[in-house]
T-cell receptor, first 115, second 112 residues
Framework: KAGVTQTPRYLIKTRGQQVTLSCSPI?????VSWYQQTPGQGLQFLFE???????NKGNFPGRFSGRQFSNSRSEMNVSTLELGDSALYLC??????????????FGSGTRLTVV | AQSVSQHNHHVILSEAASLELGCNYS??????LFWYVQYPGQHLQLLLK????DPLVKGIKGFEAEFIKSKFSFNLRKPSVQWSDTAEYFC??????????WGAGTKLIIKP
């Protein structure tokens, strides 16, 4: 059974640009969550989708957005990139809405560097 | 808001030593509790989870954790560590908004 797949693995972007990251959940998982991991702030929740609906949103500016498609694949977009957006972006999937009583399986992440 | 505290940022142990990593969260109510591990260069993996029932939870690779509600704690234990346990360990709590709130992580180094 394939795990959570995130593409691309690495990205280098320039300040002011925008970026789109992709996540394919485990087959059968309908919940997808996104996290930002940085050395200074640790792991922080971005948002969660279940059946194409955003169920939850963390405390990030509106430049961060996401969506989920009917096949449960998800994308997140960051517009007007800032240097502080450099981070490892992690996607996690769960068969349950909000991962309740199950938890999440994580992908390997996309390493975004903003220069 | 819920917060999670992991007491030790770095722990160094010799092989065969016993391990206990502390995790405390800020308030009670119904909580889902998790320990994840991140081996060097790898993705986060679930070690164990607690939702309800027996407060002593057994996970993979010989790890266990005990949920003590009165102390708001969910400490991770292993009786005898191996060099391959070198990794970063994260405690996480699902809050009432169903968000995973993470501790800062503990980097564990096992000396062979």
């Amino acid at each position: 059974k394939a795990g959570v797949t995130q593409t691309p693995r690495y990205l280098i972007k320039t300040r002011g640009q925008q970026v789109t990251l992709s996540c394919s959940p485990i087959s059968g998982h309908r919940s997808v969550s996104w996290y930002q991991q940085t050395p200074g702030q640790g792991l922080q929740f971005l948002f969660e989708y279940f059946s194409e609906t955003q169920r939850n949103k963390g405390n990030f500016p509106g430049r961060f957005s996401g969506r989920q498609f009917s096949n449960s694949r998800s994308e997140m977009n960051v517009s007007t990139l800032e240097l502080g957006d450099s981070a490892l972006y992690l996607c996690a999937s769960s068969p349950r809405d909000r991962g309740v009583n199950y938890g999440y399986t994580f992908g390997s992440g996309t390493r975004l560097t903003v220069v | 808001a819920q917060s999670v505290s992991q007491h030790n940022h770095h722990v160094i142990l010799s092989e065969a030593a016993s391990l206990e990593l502390g995790c405390n969260y800020s308030y009670g109510g119904t909580v889902n509790l998790f320990w994840y591990v991140q081996y060097p260069g790898q993705h986060l993996q679930l070690l164990l989870k607690y939702f309800s029932g027996d407060p002593l939870v057994k996970g993979i690779k010989g790890f266990e954790a005990e949920f003590i509600k009165s102390k708001f704690s969910f400490n991770l234990r292993k009786p005898s560590v191996q060099w391959s346990d070198t990794a970063e360990y994260f405690c996480a709590v699902m809050d009432s908004n169903y968000q995973l709130i993470w501790g800062a992580g503990t980097k564990l180094i096992i000396k062979p």
